[in-house]
């Protein structure tokens, strides 16, 4: 299956700072998808990243609080932008699992605490 | 009503125990399944998919019943290590979103 290796695994930032998350993947994937996952939650999808294009956000997550680039077919990366504690959570990239045939691989994750 | 809903738990357990997970899910058009397990902190992974004849892998079986939009999972002879988070994942092929349940906390003890 595909290896992501994302960065950093945590981090500790003050409010009103940004804050930028990147993942790398060892294949070319066509979407890469950014999740977030509250404390004690499921996961509930930010974006989904196409290589050559916007971003496409899910509702209540906007651009200019979530910037995401897709260089290439084998990178992006999540800004959290002006931060609050609210932002507090782990965020985490995911790409279809093409290779494995189904399913989906995620990233490890970056614990976030805004404080 | 949430579109992947699952009992949060937690489901306590003695070990050799066989527990069943239950999940329902509202978007008749979804087409993928999946069960994925989440440890503590760490990021979720792929147990197994789900298929309409159901499917087994092991001590796990998981069923699909699409009139009733309702999966399954049942866990067999229950061990220490499969203390987790178990997730119910929807996919309705609509550019690949995915949907997950609240996740199922399971914890077994010796």
């Known amino acids: 299956s595909a290896v992501i290796s994302q960065k950093p695994s945590r981090d500790i930032c003050q409010r009103g700072t940004s804050l930028t998350i990147q993942c790398q993947v060892d294949?070319?994937?066509?979407?890469m998808f950014w999740y977030r996952q509250q404390p004690g939650q499921s996961l509930t999808l930010i974006a989904t990243a196409n290589q050559g294009s916007e971003a496409t956000y899910e509702s209540g997550f906007v651009i200019d609080k979530f910037p995401i680039s897709r260089p290439n077919l084998t990178f992006s990366t999540l800004t959290v932008s002006n931060m609050s504690p609210e932002d507090s959570s782990i965020y985490l990239c995911?790409?279809?699992?093409?290779?494995?045939?189904?399913?989906?691989?995620f990233g490890s994750g970056t614990r976030l605490t805004v404080v | 009503r949430k579109e992947v809903e699952q009992d949060p738990g937690p489901f306590n357990v003695p070990e050799g125990a066989t527990v069943a997970f239950n999940c329902t899910y509202s978007?008749?058009?979804?087409?993928?399944f999946f069960w994925y397990r989440q440890d503590c902190r760490k990021e979720p992974k792929l147990l197994m998919s789900v298929y309409s004849s159901g499917n087994e892998d092991g001590r796990f079986t998981a069923q699909l019943n699409r009139a009733s939009q309702y999966i399954s999972l049942l866990i067999r002879d229950s061990k220490l290590s499969d203390s987790a988070t178990y997730l119910c994942v929807v996919n309705n092929n609509a550019g690949n979103m995915l949907t997950f349940g609240g996740g199922t906390r399971l914890m077994v003890k010796p």
């Open positions: 978007n008749s058009a979804s087409q993928s």
């Open positions: 995911s790409v279809e699992d093409r290779t494995g045939g189904n399913g989906y691989t």
């Open positions: 294949s070319q994937v066509t979407m």
